[in-house]
């Protein structure tokens, strides 16, 4: 069976290249129920020509039945050894064409040749060889040798019988089978064009979805396309890596399976659905169970009078965990903003503290050491002035110890404006009343 198949695929690969595996097919299955009928047919006649000679009646124009019962029983007997044992090929080859044209002529022959009733059947052997082939290139040439068959079965006739001139449709019957095959030669031109445009423009479309299958897979983003009720019709390589995939087990799934639901996943497809086209932020869940942020885009289109959707997702995970890395990091530095705030305010406050409460008692201590050195508390000697001297020199380098941070303080809050309710202490009167001869010494 196998070998019969192969047989008429190369058959017709000979002659008809440009035909397809299913053409093949569907015509070898057209040929076998043509045979099986024929073999019913002729079982039909055997069985007429066996009821012909047990009734005792014989045609006149029939010399002997007995070659027409042996022709079918042969042919027959051909015809079940082809069929069970699945030669196929062997309908379809020329041996076949020869021994179907040989039945034709000697069922016409045997029916009186030129008066024959069948002779007719001619043209349905024209019309039957049209089937077996591909094409219809050589019918013409058929019907001619048809009609070379029956001008010989009317030779042979009247050299056996004799010439019969008695007005014979001979003339009639050639020119039907010419007539035939002219007629079906030219349809079959025009089929077998309309044929080439037809594989013409299945190759041109083929090569088309072949381009645009290589630039789907040759994009960087994932590409997925469903229809209308969200069952994904075709994706590219791409879409099979991101969502780790094969294609043939991404083919069918819904489209929804693979975004998270929040709650609003519904309503935003319906949206979709009503305006033909969606743009923003999704959550894509892949096999493996890994979230991804995606930059979702879906546009629809039409095809074969039914609606598709193209769904571009480009991945936006790493973008999403910087913008969140960059939002825990402006946090901690407000953060730490504050605490330094805090412990800049803590510092003035020390400051103003220390300033103000030592300021007090150091200029009491050089009011009472300038008393003694003018000598309002009395009189001193030598050595007690050169004492509190060195005192009062002391304090004044604890003076300058204190102004210094104060000093610094003062200019940076010149600079900045000042804080509501913030007052600057002011340096001690005793401190600044130092006499100038005192310094000098």
């Given at each position: 069976m196998q070998r019969g198949m192969e047989g008429i695929r190369a058959h017709f690969d000979r002659i008809a290249p440009a035909m397809t595996r299913d053409a093949v097919d569907s015509r070898l299955a057209r040929v076998v129920q043509i045979e099986w009928a024929l073999l019913a047919l002729r079982y039909a006649v055997l069985f007429i020509v066996v009821a012909a000679y047990a009734i005792g009646s014989t045609p006149y124009y029939t010399p002997d039945l007995?070659?027409?019962?042996?022709?079918?029983?042969?042919?027959?007997?051909?015809?079940?050894?082809?069929?069970?044992?699945?030669?196929?090929?062997?309908?379809?080859?020329?041996?076949?064409?020869?021994i179907h044209l040989i039945d034709v002529s000697l069922a016409v022959g045997l029916t009186g040749a030129e008066e024959s009733p069948v002779a007719l059947l001619y043209v349905l052997f024209i019309i039957g060889y049209s089937t077996y082939v591909p094409h219809f290139l050589n019918t013409f040439t058929v019907a001619l040798i048809c009609c070379a068959c029956?001008?010989?079965?009317?030779?042979?006739?009247?050299?056996?019988?004799?010439?019969?001139?008695?007005?014979?449709?001979?003339?009639?019957?050639?020119?039907?089978?010419?007539?035939?095959?002219?007629?079906?030669?030219?349809?079959?031109?025009?089929?077998?064009?309309?044929?080439?445009?037809?594989?013409?423009?299945?190759?041109?479309?083929?090569?088309?979805?072949?381009?645009?299958?290589?630039?789907?897979?040759?994009?960087a983003e994932p590409i997925l396309v469903y229809g209308e009720n969200e069952f994904i019709t075709d994706v590219n390589d791409r879409a099979c890596e991101f969502l780790g995939?094969?294609?043939?087990?991404?083919?069918?799934?819904?489209?929804?399976?693979?975004?998270?639901?929040d709650g609003a996943l519904a309503n935003r497809l319906a949206n979709l659905r009503s305006r033909g086209e969606f743009h923003g932020e999704a959550l894509a869940i892949t096999e493996s169970g890994e979230e991804r942020n995606v930059d979702l885009m879906v546009r629809s289109f039409m095809r074969d009078n039914q609606r598709f959707f193209v769904a571009m997702l480009h991945d936006i995970t790493r973008q999403k965990n910087l913008q969140e890395t960059a939002r825990m990091a402006n946090m901690r530095l407000e953060q730490i903003?504050?605490?330094?705030?805090?412990?800049?305010?803590?510092?003035?406050?020390?400051?103003?503290?220390?300033?103000?409460?030592?300021?007090?008692?150091?200029?009491?201590?050089?009011?009472f050491i300038e008393m003694l050195l003018n000598e309002e508390?009395?009189?001193?000697?030598?050595?007690?002035?050169?004492?509190?001297?060195s005192a009062r020199r002391g304090m004044q380098r604890v003076f300058n110890l204190v102004d210094q941070p104060f000093d610094i303080l003062m200019s940076a809050e010149m600079e900045q404006p000042q804080e509501e309710g913030f007052v600057v202490p002011q340096a001690d009167t005793a401190a600044s009343g130092i006499s100038s001869h005192e310094s000098e010494k």
């Open positions: 007995r070659i027409v019962a042996v022709m079918v029983i042969l042919h027959n007997a051909l015809a079940h050894w082809v069929l069970f044992t699945g030669r196929f090929a062997f309908f379809l080859g020329p041996a076949n064409f020869v029956y001008a010989f079965t009317v030779l042979v006739k009247w050299v056996i019988v004799g010439v019969n001139l008695a007005n014979p449709p001979i003339g009639l019957h050639l020119a039907a089978i010419l007539v035939c095959g002219w007629m079906l030669r030219t349809l079959g031109a025009q089929l077998r064009a309309a044929r080439l445009e037809a594989t013409s423009q299945a190759q041109a479309l083929a090569s088309s979805r072949a381009a645009i299958r290589a630039i789907l897979d040759s994009t995939l094969p294609r043939e087990q991404l083919l069918g799934k819904r489209f929804r399976a693979f975004l998270f639901d903003n504050r605490e330094l705030q805090q412990v800049n305010e803590m510092r003035r406050a020390f400051i103003r503290t220390v300033s103000q409460r030592l300021r007090s008692p150091l200029s009491a201590i050089l009011g508390l009395g009189e001193i000697t030598p050595e007690q002035r050169s004492a509190l001297q």
